[in-house]
């Protein structure tokens, strides 16, 4: 029998029954309806609403089940329609008319509304400490690397001496900024929708502050239509996490491409690659393949909970249900993506010699070599045309600007000395680019110590 059934004459159709459940996802919320609930029957007795003897009986009954859960000497009765009546029916066949008691001043759509905050509140902490792994992991590898010159792209074409460690603190300033998001999301997550009922309050004289603070929020929900149809907050995660995924899968294209023949900058670790049924030659980058494929599926869990909620009325809609596979799956993947690629990081070899061989082709020194003449005294517009000649030349004869003749240089212009050699060296090119944020290896030591004071800084 279900517990709404005093309305109707005759049992749901059981195709019903099976399409309207959610007990086989929301079970995991188990210990935040526990946690609700229990404070819920703490102040409804501290209120009068109910006595003493049985909130203590409810108390005792919510803890044994959460014991039971945990155990796995309970198990979850998939004929359930949610996580809320399960444990409401297990809590009366436990202790009697008390539990039929627990239920007072609150709807499922509150119950509801307050689990999954809960719930979402504590697995922002692992995934924001997750992400502060990874962040604390670029920074070693960036700290290891300051001194590494590699060849820095744009188009995909190489353009400037840089550091493998400045490269790496460009995704470690992304994932500053996520963390940053996620806290945002948390901040907004701070209000409690429990006692807003299914969605206008109740008569009884409840104390929602009590229950709030109980619970760790800073306030009741103002709002019991806005406190039992808001899943702002659910889309406000989702957005943050593909933000994040979309970082996630820029460095995982970086890697794949660093990990191929044609680039060889780094190699993975063997326990972070996998090979071919066909190939023997083959080391794939799965790993970073996998986070750059399952971007795509926490995008679309975004899409979902956009596209539930973009028509629905106030208040609670039955269509709301769907915002709980939606944001688990987009929580999920999050946390298995990061955990999975920070060691594949820690565990890389980084292949310098390659790199600085990749650096010294491609003219990434042009830019110097016109800074060159700007410092002695010819506008750079005129500069970046005289190297550009040189370039050509260079191209023409199968020379580098580095073994271009000093006749040739000063045959372009007498501005030339024999100093130009160690101008567009590729440590003088890198070491000379001191300014805020550039990748001179002090530079990036500068900011792998902001980042970790920042990190300290960051609470939960």
Known sequence: MKLWAGRFSKEADSRVNDFNSSIRFDSRMFREDIQGSLAHAAMLAGQGIISQEDEQAIAQGLEGILQDLESGKLAFDPDAEDIHMFIEAELTARIGQAGKRLHTARSRNDQVALDLRLYLR???KEIKALLKGLVSELCNQAAKYADTVMPGYTHLQRAQPITFGHHLMAYAWMFRRDLLRLADAAARMDSMPLGSGALAGTTYPIDRWQTAQALGFSEPCPNSLDGVSDRDYCIELASAFSILMM?????????V???SWEFKFIELDDAFATGSSIMPQKKNPDVAELVRGKTGRVYGDLMALLTVMKGLPLAYNKDMQ???????????????CIATFTPMLATMTVLKENMRAAAAKGFINATDCADYLVKKGMPFRDAYKLTGGLVAQCVREGKTLETLSLADYQRASALFGPDVYEAISLDACVQGRTSYGGPAPASVLAQVEQMRAFLDGLGE
């Open 247 to 255: 970082h996630l899968s820029r460095l995982s294209e970086e890697v």
């Open 257 to 259: 491409a660093w990990c």
């Open 322 to 336: 769907e915002d709980k596979e939606a944001i688990f799956d987009g929580v999920d993947t999050v946390k298995l």
């Open 122 to 124: 504590r697995e922002l």
